[in-house]
């Protein structure tokens, strides 16, 4: 038999899953995908367990667990004072990469255009292909990856029907400013494009602010906001996430997701609907904890004589290595045994982000200190 791969197919393995298969394979530190080495609040896994225990342990209502819809709406609205309906306007997904999946899937049309920016977190470019639509990056620069409004302006095609957007972003750890995120809505509003917002990095924040786009005039009744438990309660491998928005857009997730896994991750749901009912001081205590560490990372990576781009947020520090970072990374897994991931496999445009390299700091102190040290020796 002759098989045609399809066109998504050629995506192959994710570079998270290759690095981290690299890391455990030789025992080297593992900074490359962004997962924490410790758990989140106690009062969080005790929920989960109390879940199970109770006899959640059977499918979700398909919009997801009331509980948990009426927590997300709170969370909006405490937050931002964005107001959704738990009934309409609230979706539980398995993680965001099902919202963002089935958001792409749910809205685009084949053929459609989709305005993002670029470096951009996998799983957009997989999720644009599935659903039959072609991604228009806007490319973000370092120092400060500012958005070039030329460049915007030249990425939105007569065929672009949606913007996706990141902030706090992955991999560069920018927050957008309310300046960029007003240039981004005026894109929206003049080419009537609907935005779709990936905000898992929401409370990972610890220069400036994170403003969900849906605040901005005009941009509620067009924008789907997506997020997940994952970063904010430590929990990755929950995959318990949602999208927030006009309930014409949440319906388009819920009918293509439906589909894709129907509902389920019953007992997370129902923890997921304490954890976000958490006071502030939990959500500080992460953000300051992670403040630390990626100060920690910092200082590591510069003594080790490298050119650091301190990110605002998120999990990751980006460094410019001033020379091809796919080499870098493979020579660092043999010289300094600390696995990272080469910031040029985000980007379309690989010149763009040629050298450089993404280091993940959501790891113990003692886990930051021990890279760093084998980096300065290496
Ligand atoms: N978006 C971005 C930008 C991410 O970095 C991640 C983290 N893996 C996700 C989405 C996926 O989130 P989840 O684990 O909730 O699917
Ligand atoms: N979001 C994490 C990262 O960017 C992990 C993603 C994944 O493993 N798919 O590293």
Redesign the pocket.
């Known amino acids: 038999m002759t098989f045609t791969a399809s066109r998504w197919q050629g995506f192959g393995t994710t570079i998270f899953t290759e690095m981290s298969a690299l890391a455990e394979r030789t025992g080297a530190i593992n900074l490359g995908q962004?997962f924490p080495d410790e758990d989140g609040p106690a009062e969080v896994l005790e929920a989960a367990e109390r879940a199970l225990r109770d006899g959640h342990n059977q499918y979700a209502p398909l919009p997801g667990v009331p509980a948990l819809r009426e927590a997300i709406a709170a969370h909006q609205h405490r937050f931002y004072g964005i107001d959704v309906d738990p009934d309409r306007e609230v979706q539980v997904t398995?993680?965001?990469?099902?919202a963002?999946a089935a958001a792409l899937l749910g809205i685009c049309e084949p053929g459609d255009d989709v305005v993002c920016l670029e470096p951009y977190?996998d799983?957009y470019a997989a999720g644009i292909a599935m659903a039959g639509a072609n991604r228009r990056p806007v490319t973000l620069r370092p120092p400060d990856w500012a958005i070039d409004p030329e460049a915007l302006d030249a990425a939105i095609t007569r065929r672009a029907r949606v913007l996706l957007l990141?902030s706090p972003?992955?991999p560069t750890g920018k927050v957008l400013s309310r300046q960029e995120l007003e240039l981004i809505a005026d894109a929206c509003l003049e080419h009537d494009l609907i935005a779709i917002t990936?905000e898992?990095?929401e409370h990972l924040v610890y220069d400036g602010e994170h403003i969900p786009l849906a605040t901005l005039p005009g941009m509620a009744e067009r924008t789907l906001t997506i997020s997940?438990?994952?970063?904010t309660f430590s929990v990755?491998g929950w995959?318990?996430?949602w999208a927030t928005g006009p309930a014409a857009l949440v319906a388009a997730v819920r009918t293509a997701k439906q589909y894709l896994t129907f509902a389920g991750g019953t007992p997370f749901q129902h923890a997921g609907a304490v954890a976000l009912g958490l006071g502030d001081e939990v959500y500080d205590a992460l953000a300051a904890g992670l403040r630390v560490k990626r100060d920690h990372l910092c200082a590591g990576l510069e003594a080790a004589g490298l050119e650091v781009l301190k990110p605002a947020g998120?999990y990751f520090a980006n460094v410019d290595c001033g020379r091809d970072g796919v080499a870098f990374c493979r020579e660092l897994v043999e010289t300094a045994r600390v696995v990272a991931i080469p910031t040029s496999v985000f980007y379309d445009d690989e010149e763009a982000g040629r050298s450089l390299v993404r280091f993940a700091f959501c790891k113990r102190a003692e886990v930051i200190d021990e890279a760093a040290r084998r980096l300065a020796a290496a």
């Open positions: 962004g398995f993680g965001a990469t099902e963002i977190y799983s990141n972003h992955n990936d898992v990095y997940s438990l994952g970063k990755t995959k318990t996430g998120t």
